[in-house]
């Protein structure tokens, strides 16, 4: 991953830190979870929800791929609804974490996460 953050002006969800290769939340200092070909990058939108972009860089096969509310700086113990932003879908409400179907190699899954009241 050769990331610098992912949002721009000061407001930056995630940091790259060149010491030890990790990309941390500017909100609670917690890793991001990374696993090879595998990435989830996230941003903050009006009102609270999150962007959640899934992208598989494997050059084959196709893989499910799991966002932690932690990794989005959502607790882990309340439930959040998921919204495929392209299929214009409602997936439903989950607690913890979301796991998407398989994503096909170098495809990628738009979400809006958006914690539950």
């Known amino acids: ?3 610098v953050s992912c949002k721009k002006q000061g ?3 995630w940091n ?3 010491q030890d290769g990790t990309v941390r939340s500017q909100n609670n200092g917690e890793c ?3 696993q090879a070909d595998i990435e989830v990058w996230a941003g903050p939108l009006t009102g609270g929800p999150q962007a959640v972009l899934l992208l598989n860089r494997g050059g084959s ?3 499910p791929i799991t ?3 932690t990794d989005i700086g959502f607790s882990a113990d ?3 609804n998921v919204r495929d932003l392209w299929a214009r879908k409602d997936l439903g409400s989950f607690k913890g974490s979301y796991t998407s179907p ?3 190699s170098h495809s990628v899954m738009l979400l809006k996460v958006t914690p539950a009241m």
């Open 67 to 69: 966002v932690k509310w």
């Open 102 to 104: 398989n994503i096909d």
């Open 16 to 18: 790259w830190n060149s």
């Open 78 to 80: 309340k439930s959040a």
């Open 32 to 34: 991001l979870t990374v």
């Open 61 to 63: 096969g196709s893989e």
């Open 11 to 13: 407001t930056q969800g």
């Open 1 to 3: 991953m050769n990331a």
